[in-house]
C-alpha cells in the first residue's frame, strides 16, 4: 500500500514541480458552419421521445394504430440521423486546426444570478467527438437490431422511445460545458436505466432490478451532487473551462475532497466496487438495453467522468490513488464473477465490470492513462456490444433461455451468431492484431511502467478473461447439445444479424485507432503532454507475457470446460471459491449488512416511534364512523396531550440547546 | 411614558395589504344580506377582484419604493414602524396573493363532486343527523369560507412584514384561526376533519403561548418590542443574556411549529390529511411561505447580530426536518399524509438556506444572498404544492377523493396527463434538474456551504436523495403497478382547478428551464430594512 500511493505520488509528482496543468478547457464560441448544428444531435432523439412517448398515445386510435405498427422506424431513424450529423461534425473537427479543436455552443442561460451563472452550454471536443460517434453509431446499430428482437413485444414503440430518451441523455452527458448540465444528463440516463430495466414489469424479477439499479446509484449520485456543490461554494462556477482554469488555487483538502466525491459518483454509474450490486441484476431488461447502456455506452460514463475532471484529478494524487485501488479490486472482482456465472448475460455482466475496471485503472493513472483508458473505452464498446447482441441473438434462437448449460454446438446451428460472437472473444482476450489486443495491453504496459504491483494483477486480470471468456464460448457454442426439448435454434433474421457483422468488422479493426499513435495525438489537448515512464522491460518483452498469461487461461479453460462434459445441472459439490463466485462473492450480503439492514432497522424505528409515541391516530381518525364524542373522547384521551407533549418537549430541547452552546 | 402619538398611516404603501383586509369584511357584509342563491358567485368575484387589486399594488409599491435610510436596501416602515414594506415583504406578498389566487380557483370548483364544493354544506350540523342529510339534500354550502380566506391571506401578508413582535403576533394570530376554522369544514369524511382542525387549534394556541412568553422575555432583555431596538441591545450586549437566549428559544417554537420542523411537526400530517384538499393546497403552500418570512425578519433584523448563538439550533433542526420527514413520508400510505411528511423535509431544505445567513460584508460581489434562495426556494415549493394537491382533488372514487397510494395504481394508464402532470411536481419536490426544485435546492445548498454549514448541506443532500426515492415510489405506483379493482377515476375538473393545475405545473418547469428572472427578482428583493 505504501509502495503504491508513493508510487503513484511520483507519477503526480512531476507535473506539479513543472507547474503544469491540464489543458485549460477554452472553446471556441463561434466557430459556426455546420458545428451551430451541434444541438441538433441531442434534439433528433429528444424528438423521437417526445413523438413515441408523449404524442403517440394521444393520438386517436386509428393513427395510435399506426404509431404503434411503425413507431421503431421513427426512433431508429432520429439515432441514424443523429450518428450521421455526429459523422459530419467529426470530419468538420477533423477540418480545423490541432489547436482550435474545441467548439462551444451556448443555448441559453439556464440560470444567472449575481456571480453564480450556470448555461445550458454545449463543449465539442476531441473527447466528446469520439463518445458521440460511440454512442450514435453503436446506439443506431443496436436501435436496428431491436427491430427484430422486440418484433413480438406488443410494447415495441415505448420500448423505442426508451431508447431514444436513453441516447438523448447520454449526449447531454457528454456535451455538457458544465457539471450541471452533466449532472441533468446523469440523472436522464439514470432514468432511463431505471425504465428499461424494468420494461418487462410484469416480471418482479426485473422490478426488483430496477429499485436495486435506482437505489445504488442513489449512493453515487450523492457524490457528484455534493462535488457540484463544493465546486460552486469553492470556484463559484461548474463550468468546465472556469474550474479548470481555477482548480489550481484551491486547497489540497479541497481538491481531495472532490477528487473522491467525483470518484463515489463514477463507482455508482461505472459499477465499481463497492457499487457493483447492481449490474449483474440489471440484465433483467432486454438484451439490446444490455448492449447500449449496461455494456458500450452509460456505465462508462464514469471513465468519462474521470477523464473529463483531469484538471482535477491531475492536483490530488490521493483521489488518484483511490481511482487506482478501486479499479484494481473492480477488474479482478468482475473477472471472478464472470468465472462461476452460468447465464450468459451475467457472465458477460461480470465481463464489463472487469474491462470498465480497466478503463478506471488507466484514469486513474493519470495523463499517461487518459487516452488508453478512452482507447479501451471504444474498442469496449464495439466488442462488448457485438457479444451482448450475439447473446441476444443466442437467446432468441433458444426460446430465451439464458442458461449455458443449456446451451453447447451452437456454432452450426447459429454461423452468423457464432463468427460475429468470435471476432469479439478474440478482441476481448486480446488476441494479437485484434481490437482489445492493442487496448488492454497499453493499459496494461502503462500500469508496469507505474506500479509494478498494480500493473501484475492488471496482467492476472487478463488471464482471468482468458479463462472466463474462453468458458463462456466454449459452453455455448462447441461440445455437446444440451439443449432443452422443442428448441430449435435457428439464425436471427438479417436485421439482427448485420448489426452484429458491422460491430464485429468494428472489433477486429477497432485497433486502427492506436496506427501512429493517432488517438493518443489527438486526445492530447484534451488530456495533457506528459511523459511515459520506462516500463521495467521493453515494451514488446511485456506483449508476449501479456499473450503468454491470456494463453494460460485459454488453455485452463480448455482442460477443465472443454475437454470434460458440462452437466446440465451446476453441481453443488463446489470449491467455497467457486460458491463465493456464484453469490457475486457476496456483494449483496454485505451491503445487506451494512447498509439495507441498519437501514430498514432506522426506518422501522422511527415509524413505531412515530406511530406509538407521537403520532398516535395515523389510521385511526379514517377509520372512525362513530359521533363526534368518540372523537372527542379520544382526543382527549391522549392523543393531542401526547402531542403537545412532545411540543414541550421540542421546546424545552430547543431551549437548552440554545442555553448550554452559548453559557455552556 | 411618552404620550401616545397617533400613527401616521402610509396608505400607498399599505395599499395591498388594505384591499385584502376590506374585501374580507365586505365578505362578511355579503354573506350577512345578500340571498343565498348569488352569495357564491358574488363571493368568488370579490374575492378574486380583492386579490387581483392587491397583486396590482404589490406591483406599483415594488416599482415606486425608495431606497431606506443608508441606501443599502429599499423601503419603508409604515405605521409607526410597526409594519415594514421592503424588498423581502413585498416578494412574500406577491407570492402569498399569487398562491392565493390559485387557492380560491381551488375552493370554488365545484364540478368535482356533483356540483358543490369540497366544503361541509352545515358545518354546525353533527354528522351522521338528520340536519346534516338535510343540508346534503339542499344542496347547501358554506360561502363563509372565502371572507374566512382572505382574513387568513392578510395575516399571511401582515406576518412576514411585522416589524416588532407583537405586530408579529396578531399576524401569527390572524393568519392561524381562519385556517383552524377552514380544517374543520370538510364535505366528506367529515370527523376526521373536525378531529384535525381542533388538534391544529389546541396545538396552535399551545405554540401561539410559547411565542407570546418569548416575546415577553425579548422585551425583558431589550426594553422593547421592536425589531431595531432588539438589534441595537443584542449589538451593544446589554441586558440578561438567558433572557434572550430563552426568549429566542420560545419565539422559535412558535414559528418552527408554523412551518412544521421538527420536532414541531405532529400536527402536520393529521391536519393535511384531515383538511379539505383546497384548504390543505392553500395552507400548504401560502402558511410555509408567510412563516418563514417571519423567521427570516425575526433572526436576521432582530436576532442578526447573535447568529452565533442560534445557528447551531438551526442545523440541528433542519437536519432533524429533512431526516424524519423524508424517513417517515417513506412509510406512508396515505397520499396527502405523504405529501405532509415531504413538507416536513422541504422545511428542513428551506432551513438550510436561512442558516446561510452571512455578514454583508462578507458576502462577495453578487454572490447569491440567503434571502434570495430561500426566497426563491418558497416560490418553487408554493406552486409545486399547490399544484400537487390540485390533482390529488381529482383523484376520486364513490367516497369522495381516494388518497390510499395503492388505490393509484394504473392511474397512468386510466389518464395518462393526470399522472404526468402529478409525477412531474413530484420530480419537482425531488429536485431533478429542469424543475424548480432543482435550482431550488441548489440555491439554499450553495448559500450554505458559502456560511460553511457543510454538514448541514452534506445531510441535506443525502435526505433529498432518500426522498427522491419515495417520490420515484409513487411514480412507480401510478405506472408499474397493476390497478387494484377498477381502479381510481379521475374527475374531470371544471376550468378552475384545470387552470390552477396548468398554471402550477408551467412555473414549476419554468422555473426550472429559465429560472433567471426570477432568482433575479429574489435578488432586487434584496434584504431586509430595520
Known sequence: MNLLSHSVLAAGLPMAEEGAHAPVIAPDMGAGGVFDLLWLVIALPVLGAVLLLGVAPFLPSSLRAVADKHGHLLGTAMAALSFVLSLVLFLALVGRDAESRQVGQQLWTWFETGSLTVGMDLLYDQLAALFLLLITGVGTLIHVYAIGYMEHDPRRRRFFG???????????????????????????????????????????????????????????????????????????????????????????????????????????????????????????????????????????????????????????????????????????????????????????????????????????????GYPFAIFHLLTHGFFKANMFLGAGSVMHGMNDDVDMRHYGALNKAMPVTFLTFAMGYLAIIGFPGFSGFWSKDRIIETALAENLIIGILALIGAGITGFYMTRLMLMTFFGEKRWEKDVHPHESPKVMTVPLIVLAALSVLGGLLLFNDWIVTWLEPVTGHVEH??????????????????????????????????????????????????????????????????????????????????????????????????????????????????????????????????LG | ??????????????????????????????????????????????????????????????????????????????????????????????????????????????????????????????????????????????????????????????????NDLLTMFVGLEVLSLPLYLLSGLARRRRLLSQEAALKYFLLGAFSSGFFLYGAALLYGFAGALDFASINEAVRNDVGSQSLLLIGTGLLSVGLLFKVGAVPFQAWTPDVYQGAPTPVTAFMAAGTKVAAFGAIMRLFYVALGADRWSWQPMLWIIAVLSMFVGAVLAITQTDIKRLLAYSSVAHTGFILTGVLGLQAADQLAVGEISSVQAVLFYLATYGFATIGAFAVVSLVRDGAGETTAIDRWAGLGKESPVVAAVFAFFLLAMAGIPLTSGFVGKLAVFSVALAAGAWPVVVAAVIASIIAAFLYVRVIKVMYFDKPIGDGPSVAYPSVLTATTIAVGAAITLVLGVLPGPVLDLAAVAGEFIR
Open chain 1, 162 to 368: 426508451y431508447l431514444n430518451l436513453f441516447v438523448a441523455a447520454m449526449l447531454t452527458l457528454i456535451l455538457s460545458a458544465n457539471f450541471v448540465g452533466l449532472f441533468l444528463g446523469w440523472e436522464g440516463v439514470g432514468l432511463a436505466s431505471y425504465l428499461l430495466i424494468g420494461f418487462w414489469q410484469h416480471k418482479p424479477s426485473a422490478a426488483a432490478a430496477a429499485k436495486k439499479a435506482f437505489v445504488i446509484n442513489r449512493v453515487g449520485d450523492i457524490g457528484l451532487s455534493l462535488a457540484i456543490a463544493l465546486m460552486f461554494a469553492t470556484f463559484g462556477t461548474a463550468d468546465f473551462g472556469a474550474v479548470s482554469e481555477l482548480a489550481g488555487e484551491a486547497s489540497q483538502g479541497t481538491l481531495n475532497a472532490l477528487g473522491l466525491l467525483l470518484l463515489l459518483g463514477a463507482c455508482g454509474k461505472s459499477a465499481q466496487v463497492p457499487l457493483q450490486a447492481w449490474l449483474l441484476d440489471a440484465m433483467e431488461g432486454p438484451t439490446p438495453v444490455s448492449a447500449l447502456i449496461h455494456a458500450a455506452t452509460m456505465v462508462t460514463a464514469g471513465v468519462y467522468l474521470v477523464v473529463r475532471s483531469n484538471f482535477i484529478f491531475d492536483l490530488t494524487p490521493v483521489a488518484q490513488t483511490a481511482v487506482v485501488v478501486v479499479a484494481t479490486v473492480t477488474l479482478l472482482w468482475g473477472a471472478i464473477l464472470g468465472c462461476a456465472k452460468d447465464d450468459i448475460k451475467k457472465a458477460l455482466a461480470g465481463s464489463t465490470m472487469s474491462q470498465i475496471g480497466y478503463m478506471m485503472l488507466a484514469a486513474g493513472l493519470g495523463p499517461v
Open chain 1, 533 to 662: 515512464h520506462e516500463p521495467p522491460l521493453p515494451a514488446i518483452v511485456i506483449t508476449l507475457i501479456i499473450t503468454a498469461v491470456v494463453a494460460i487461461g485459454v488453455a485452463a479453460a480448455w482442460f477443465l470446460v472443454g475437454r470434460r462434459a458440462v452437466p446440465r445441472e451446476a453441481p453443488q459439490d463446489v470449491s467455497f471459491a467457486t460458491r463465493a463466485a456464484r453469490a457475486d462473492l457476496y456483494g449483496d450480503a454485505i451491503n445487506d449488512a451494512v447498509v439495507v439492514r441498519p437501514g430498514a432497522a432506522l426506518v422501522g424505528g422511527l415509524a413505531t416511534f412515530d406511530r406509538v409515541g407521537v403520532d398516535g391516530v395515523v389510521e385511526g381518525g379514517s377509520s372512525a364512523v362513530g359521533g363526534l364524542s368518540t372523537t372527542m373522547r379520544r382526543v382527549q384521551n391522549g392523543f393531542v396531550r401526547s402531542y403537545a407533549l412532545s411540543l414541550l418537549g421540542g421546546a424545552l430541547l430547543v431551549v437548552l440547546a440554545l442555553l448550554a452552546v452559548n
Open chain 2, 1 to 162: 411614558m411618552t404620550e401616545f402619538v397617533k400613527p401616521s398611516v402610509e396608505y400607498f404603501e399599505l395599499w395591498p395589504l388594505l384591499a385584502v383586509f376590506g374585501v374580507a369584511c365586505l365578505g362578511v357584509v355579503v354573506e350577512a344580506f345578500l340571498p343565498r342563491s348569488i352569495r357564491y358567485t358574488a363571493q368568488v368575484v370579490l374575492a378574486l377582484g380583492g386579490l387581483v387589486l392587491a397583486l396590482v399594488g404589490v406591483v406599483l409599491v415594488a416599482q415606486r419604493v425608495q431606497t431606506y435610510d443608508d441606501g443599502a436596501a429599499r423601503g419603508v416602515l409604515a405605521v409607526g414602524g410597526t409594519i415594514a414594506v421592503d424588498g423581502p415583504s413585498l416578494f412574500i406578498w406577491g407570492l402569498v396573493l399569487a398562491l392565493a389566487i390559485a387557492g380560491v380557483l381551488l375552493f370554488a370548483e365545484r364540478h368535482l363532486d356533483g356540483g358543490v364544493s369540497a366544503f361541509a354544506g352545515q358545518a354546525a350540523a353533527v354528522p351522521g343527523t338528520d340536519a346534516e342529510t338535510a343540508s346534503i339534500a339542499a344542496n347547501r354550502e358554506h360561502t363563509e369560507v372565502y371572507p374566512l380566506m382572505m382574513f387568513a391571506v392578510f395575516g399571511m401578508m401582515l406576518f412576514p412584514a411585522a
